[in-house]
């Protein structure tokens, strides 16, 4: 006896359901250039509950699980090797450093005092040190480093002035900022050993929130030099200057991707702020949350 062919409506029906399977094992498409598509994960900080928290989101398939849940101010997350996360919060009437793991479970203050932490703290490449900036007062704020359990702390600058935004050299031999000395906000970059100072952008332009790229070659920073919020790269010497956006909305709070081949960043396109990721090459431009709420501080996850 002869088995029966498939209907046709049969052999639609399935190619129909395979092709939906197809698309939802990925909602991002592969990259239209030659770089590696986007992997791993973003943590990121919302008020999409009402005030904000801190959620993290599978960049394939864009399934985000919110990771802090209470009434306090809760952003600035960063990713704290080897499988923990870090943020900032007010819980203790001021900003402190707080860490938990993956999941939100064991949420703990990381370093315990009355003092405000400013900003997204920045962990050396060899995970054992943290550098992150205490503010003072309303006009001053410096750099310091301490040990991942937060002890041996050491302060880096004593300068009079606002000093935001440390990130580290691939090497853990610098560490490039932003700081307000002179007027307005400039990027500089210290060495460790010599505790040396050296400007690299000099204009009449806000340039801050620095980030070393992963090979150690650029520096990812935001300005308003064109009249709105851009991102730029430029090499470490402070030279070649390239925007990465270029449009009529702002652009800011980017973060390089692991492999240095991807940037994550905020924007207003859409009115409100939104997390998009970009190729280095300023192509491939992809929009990852979709919401009414403010969604800021992304951070990218191995």
Not at 174 to 189: K, L, P, Q, T
Not at 252 to 262: I, M, Q, Y
Not at 278 to 295: F, S
Request: net charge negative.
């Amino acid at each position: 006896m002869k088995a029966k062919k498939p209907s046709d409506k049969f052999t639609i029906a399935f190619l129909v359901l395979w092709l939906m399977m197809l698309a939802c094992s990925s909602l991002l498409p592969a990259a239209a250039t030659d770089i590696p598509d986007p992997t791993g994960s973003i943590v990121y900080s919302s008020d999409e509950s009402g005030n904000f928290e801190i959620y993290h989101m599978n960049i394939r398939s864009l399934e985000t699980v919110r990771l802090t849940d209470n009434s306090s101010f809760d952003t600035f997350p960063f990713y704290l090797p080897p499988a923990r996360f870090g943020f900032a919060a007010d819980r203790s009437g001021k900003y402190q450093v707080y860490t938990m793991d993956m999941d939100g479970a064991n949420q703990k203050a990381w370093k315990k005092g009355d003092r405000r932490i400013l900003f997204t703290p920045s962990v050396s490449p060899d995970g054992k040190k943290m550098a992150y900036v205490v503010q003072n007062n309303d006009e001053n704020s410096n750099l310091y480093l301490a040990d991942l359990d937060g002890n041996q702390e050491e302060q880096l600058t004593d300068i009079r002035g606002m000093e935001w935004d440390p990130s580290w050299s691939p090497d853990g031999t610098r560490i490039v900022f932003s700081s307000d000395v002179g007027g307005d906000f400039e990027i500089n970059v210290i060495d460790l050993e010599s505790s040396q100072i050296t400007k690299l952008t000099d204009n009449a332009f806000y340039d801050g929130r620095p980030r070393w790229s992963p090979d150690g070659d650029q520096i990812l920073f935001e300005s308003d030099q064109d009249g709105d919020w851009e991102l730029y790269t430029m090499d470490i010497d402070g030279g070649n200057v390239r925007a990465i956006t270029e449009n009529a909305t702002g652009d800011w709070l980017a973060n390089w991707s692991p492999d240095g081949h991807w940037i994550v960043y905020v924007s207003n396109h859409d009115g409100d702020d939104e997390i998009y990721i970009i190729g280095v090459d300023g192509k491939d431009q992809w929009k990852l949350t979709n919401n009414t709420a403010q969604d800021q501080y992304p951070a990218w996850v191995p």
